[in-house]
């Protein structure tokens, strides 16, 4: 399949979840026995909040904040971009590598998650694509 759609990326899988009063460490556990980089911080009713990646933990741990007593909404990014599952793949690699960031939440029209993906969810011929982009933009 050469255009992927979002919806083929997060097909059947549901994606790691906690809410904006939950630790740092709680993120981090879930982060660790899930094998995931990023928690999607939702409001009560499921709403997208936030993300928290694991460079978020590496940046509050470097300045001396303790992960067990630090909640998730005085450290996580708010509003974070998305991308809705009728985009396509390139879409989103091309919205995270404008962005500098390697998780992309995939929100329906009406604002609800439907999932996440990460650099890793990409195929290869994806990402060559994406880098002969822009090596012509480079160029031009």
Known sequence: MLNRKMTDIVRNRRPITLPATA??????VLMRDHAIGAI??????????GIFT???AVRLLADGHNAAHTHLDTVMTRGPATIT?????MDALRLMQDGGFRHLPVVDGAGALVGIASQGDFRAFE???LDEETGYWERI
């Open 54 to 56: 694991g460079r978020d």
């Open 40 to 49: 999607l911080v939702t409001a009560p009713g499921g709403g997208l909040l």
């Open 127 to 129: 990402h060559a694509r």
């Open 23 to 28: 630790t740092v460490q709680q993120a981090c």
């Open 85 to 89: 599952p009728a985009h396509s793949a």
